[in-house]
């Protein structure tokens, strides 16, 4: 569902050209991104994609980081480690009621050799 969403895509294509929107919480993993912004802030179908008080995990399909690999990468590069690849990249959102704020958070990736 979340996979291939235009509404994600959307949501990380603000943040990444105004990136004064959101606030990166370092959270303590060096493969993570993890970012909040406004809830104000007009989404697509924010039922559907940021769940009030609870979290929606969804890998991105590999098309969808094919094509969006640019993007992806320089949120990669907010990361602790950036040597992660882009191999699988997953999204986890949420609305967080009583702070008034979406979460999107990105997890970074690679393929154990």
């Known amino acids: 569902m979340a996979t291939n969403s235009d509404s994600l895509y959307n949501v990380l294509y603000r ?5 004064e929107m959101a606030t990166i919480n370092h ?3 060096n493969n993570v991104v993890n970012m909040t912004f406004p ?6 179908e924010p039922n559907i994609y940021f769940p ?7 890998r ?12 992806l990468d320089r949120f990669q590069q907010k990361t602790r480690e950036k040597d992660h690849g882009l191999e699988s990249v997953w ?4 609305h967080i009621l009583d702070k008034h704020e979406y979460m999107i958070e990105l997890t970074f990736e690679s393929s154990p050799m």
């Open 91 to 94: 999204v986890t959102t949420a």
């Open 15 to 19: 943040i990444d050209r105004k990136p």
């Open 52 to 58: 009030d008080n609870s979290l929606l995990v969804d």
């Open 60 to 71: 991105f399909s590999d098309d969808f980081v094919s094509k969006n690999s640019d993007i």
């Open 39 to 44: 809830d104000t802030t007009l989404v697509s």
């Open 27 to 29: 959270i303590g993993y």
